[in-house]
T-cell receptor, first 114, second 115 residues
Framework: GDSVTQMEGPVTLSEEAFLTINCTYT??????LFWYVQYPGEGLQLLLK?????DKGSNKGFEATYRKETTSFHLEKGSVQVSDSAVYFC?????????????FGQGTRLTINP | DSGVTQTPKHLITATGQRVTLRCSPR?????VYWYQQSLDQGLQFLIQ???????AKGNILERFSAQQFPDLHSELNLSSLELGDSALYFC??????????????FGEGSRLTVL
C-alpha cells in the first residue's frame, strides 16, 4: 500500500544553518506530494506542495522537488530561523476508488536554537 | 485561522466513559477527515466522510464511530474509553472528492485525556 517515510527526528540546528528533511514515498499511480507543518499547540497547515514529477514547491524559504525517479520529496531551507521550530510532515495524496486518500509520514520534530 | 472549528479544545474524562468530539468544516467543504495524533506525534487516519457518506476508513477502533450531518458538521464518538485513547484528535476538511489538489485544512484539535 501507499506509504511515506521521513527522516527520523528530532533534528536540532543552530539559527542560519542549512536544513534538509528527507522524505521518500511508495505509491501506485501519480500522487501529489505535500509538506505540512505543525507549530506548537496548533493544527497542521500546508507548507508547500507539488502535483507532478519535477515540480518544485516553495513557501517561506522552504523548497521541495518532486523526484519520481528516486520517489523522494526532500524539504530544504537555506537558512533556518528560530520561528521554524515545529513538526514537519511529508504526505502524499491520490485518488483511490473515487475518494481522496492522504497518507502522512511520521513527522520530524525540528528545533532551531538561537 | 484554517476555518475548521473543533470543540471542545480540551476534555478530561475517566476510563469507561463516552465522549463526543465535534467538527465544523470550512465553509463549502464537503469532505471531513478525522485523525488521531498520539504522544509520539504520529498521525493516524481514522475516517473520512464526503457529503454525509462514509468514504474511507482507516485505523478506527470499533469503540469509535463518526458521522457527518446534513449541515456538513461531523462528530466523532469515542466510547468505553481506555487510557491509551488519550491523544489529540484532529478534524480536517477539503473541498471535493476526486480531482482535488489534496490540500487539507486542519482544526486546532481536541485534546482528550483519559484518567
Amino acid at each position: 500500500g501507499d506509504s511515506v517515510t521521513q527522516m527520523e527526528g528530532p533534528v536540532t540546528l543552530s539559527e542560519e544553518a542549512f536544513l534538509t528533511i528527507n522524505c521518500t514515498y511508495t505509491a501506485t499511480g501519480y500522487p501529489s506530494l505535500f509538506w505540512y507543518v505543525q507549530y506548537p499547540g496548533e493544527g497542521l497547515q500546508l507548507l508547500l506542495k507539488a502535483t507532478k514529477a519535477d515540480d518544485k514547491g516553495s513557501n517561506k524559504g522552504f523548497e521541495a522537488t518532486y523526484r519520481k525517479e528516486t520517489t523522494s520529496f526532500h524539504l530544504e531551507k537555506g537558512s533556518v530561523q528560530v520561528s521554524d521550530s515545529a513538526v514537519y510532515f511529508c504526505a502524499l495524496s491520490r485518488i483511490h476508488q473515487g475518494a481522496q486518500k492522504l497518507v502522512f509520514g511520521q513527522g520530524t520534530r525540528l528545533t532551531i536554537n538561537p | 485561522d484554517s476555518g475548521v472549528t473543533q470543540t471542545p479544545k480540551h476534555l478530561i474524562t475517566a476510563t469507561g466513559q463516552r465522549v463526543t468530539l465535534r467538527c465544523s468544516p470550512r465553509s463549502g467543504d464537503l469532505s471531513v477527515y478525522w485523525y488521531q495524533q498520539s504522544l509520539d506525534q504520529g498521525l493516524q487516519f481514522l475516517i473520512q466522510y464526503y457529503n454525509g457518506e462514509e468514504r474511507a476508513k482507516g485505523n478506527i477502533l470499533e469503540r469509535f464511530s463518526a458521522q457527518q450531518f446534513p449541515d456538513l458538521h461531523s462528530e466523532l464518538n469515542l466510547s468505553s474509553l481506555e487510557l491509551g485513547d488519550s491523544a489529540l484528535y484532529f478534524c480536517a476538511s477539503s473541498g471535493g472528492l476526486a480531482g482535488h489538489t489534496g490540500e487539507l485544512f486542519f482544526g486546532e484539535g481536541s485534546r482528550l485525556t483519559v484518567l
